[in-house]
């Protein structure tokens, strides 16, 4: 009875072990960098952090290009097309304005419209709480908390954003922001 008291700790420690050597390589399966080229390049483009990109697209479409939400938000970074097609005509992006709906499934065009808009988004508030919380809400309802004073210029109070969903949705975003930089910190 004795001896297999002693086996059963051992193969639980060496069990212990193995998990915690593979933990990084299990979490880079749950937190990819899938569509790196595309995602350096246009992080690169507009000045935006890669893994802030990355942990938008998990959050937003967790990789899937073809998902379109309830909202009719497309892609990866879950783009409303208004959105898209302002973003692409200031910002000089080509993009078929006639599909536009199937120019949002294209991975490319998807990453560098949400890109560009999360990187207008982060210059308009100096601020990347802010910044989400308009990706998520729209910009006039984040403008409009702040004037009313519901939260702050500098986004140091997001708890107090109205919206459920948004609220969760910062929290999510940065969460997978920090795993992200823990992660691929080379």
């Known amino acids: 009875m004795q001896n297999k008291k002693v086996i059963m700790i051992i193969f639980l420690v060496v069990c212990i072990l193995i998990a915690f050597l593979l933990k990084d390589n299990f979490m880079k399966i749950l937190y990819p960098k899938t569509y790196q080229e595309i995602v350096s390049v246009y992080a690169d483009k507009y000045g935006i952090e890669e893994n802030l990109i990355f942990a938008v697209i998990k959050a937003e479409s967790n990789f899937d290009k073809n998902v379109i939400s309830n909202r009719n938000a497309v892609g990866l970074m879950q783009l409303v097309e208004q959105t ?30 949400g890109t560009c808009y999360l990187a207008i988004l982060i210059k308009k508030y100096q601020n990347k709480e802010l910044a989400l919380s308009a990706y998520n809400a729209g910009t006039g309802k984040v403008d409009s908390w702040i004037q009313k004073g519901i939260i702050k210029s500098d986004g140091t109070d997001i708890e107090n954003i109205p919206y459920k969903e948004t609220n969760q ?4 975003i940065l969460r997978n922001y920090k795993i992200y930089q823990d992660l691929y910190k080379n």
Do not use: W
């Open 84 to 113: 898209a097609k302002e973003v692409a005509e200031k910002n000089k992006i080509e993009i078929n304005l006639e599909h536009i709906r199937e120019e949002l499934c294209n991975v490319p065009k998807n990453i560098e419209i």
């Open 169 to 172: 949705y910062i929290r999510k």
